[in-house]
C-alpha cells in the first residue's frame, strides 16, 4: 500500500458484518481529515500524525482501493461516494490550506 497523498482523498474499505465499510482519508501537512468510518467525520488531533491514524485503520483490517479491486472486495468501477456539505467544507479549507502552505 502507498501512503496516501497530501491534498487528495484516499479512500479505504473494510469488509463488514452486512456491508463493505468505507472511508476517505485526506493528509494536510502533519495530520488527517478522515471521512465517516467507524468513528465518524473527524481531523486528528493532539500531536497524532497521519501516519497513527493510518495505522490504526490498517490494524482495524482497512485496505486500499488498490487492494479492494484486486481482491474484489468492490467492483472495478467503483467510485467514491457524495459527501456531505460539512465534510465537503472541510476537505475544500484543508485543500486550501494546502495551496497556501499553511501547513509547511
Not at 468513528?39 to 485496505?63: F, N, Q, V
Amino acid at each position: 500500500m502507498n501512503n496516501p497523498e497530501t491534498g487528495k482523498i484516499t479512500w479505504f474499505f473494510k469488509q463488514g458484518n452486512n456491508s463493505v465499510e468505507t472511508l476517505g482519508f485526506l493528509r494536510d501537512g502533519f495530520g488527517a481529515f478522515v471521512i465517516g468510518g467507524p468513528t465518524g467525520s473527524h481531523c486528528t488531533g493532539h500531536e497524532e500524525g497521519w501516519k497513527d491514524k493510518l495505522d490504526e485503520y490498517i490494524e482495524l483490517g482497512y485496505i486500499d482501493e488498490k487492494e479492494a479491486k484486486e481482491t474484489g472486495l468492490i467492483s472495478q468501477d467503483w467510485v467514491p461516494p457524495k459527501i456531505s456539505r460539512r465534510d465537503k467544507a472541510v476537505v475544500n479549507g484543508i485543500i486550501r490550506g494546502i495551496e497556501n502552505n499553511l501547513f509547511s
